[in-house]
């Protein structure tokens, strides 16, 4: 088993940045690929990103490209994700994910990820 704990939303202006860390414990995160996903009020939740496993490349939504950046700190068992130019279309409760399987392509479906944090509010204001 593996605990993820996110933390590092908050409320922001548009165009602002915010860095989302999601710490994990139980086991170490160097194997898992790590998965970013957001809900925002009323709709489902959506893919953000992808970072694999060892410090692999990342995966981004289109909607965040350019914007977002996925990264991990493996000795320090944490994930980031540094959210810049931020609009208010990204206000959503902001979660992270752990999937020590490869998804494969699949990597945007929700049910390949077994782990899941509890979530972090960010909203961004206009």
């Known amino acids: 088993q593996v605990q993820l704990v996110e933390s590092g939303g908050g409320l922001v202006q548009a165009g602002g940045s915010l860095r989302l860390s999601c710490a994990a414990s139980?086991?170490?995160?160097?194997?898992?690929?790590m998965g970013w996903f957001r809900q925002a009020p009323g709709k489902d939740r959506e893919f953000v990103s992808v970072i694999r496993r060892n410090g692999g490349s990342a995966v981004y939504t289109d909607s965040v490209k350019g914007r977002f950046t996925a990264s991990r700190d493996n000795a320090k068992n944490t994930v980031f994700l540094q959210m810049n130019s931020l609009k208010p279309e990204d206000t959503a409760v902001y979660y992270c994910a752990a999937s020590d399987e490869p998804p494969g392509t699949f990597y945007s479906t929700e049910r390949k990820y077994p782990y899941w944090g509890q979530g972090t509010q960010v909203t961004v204001s206009s």
């Open positions: 139980g086991r170490t995160l160097s194997p898992f690929y």
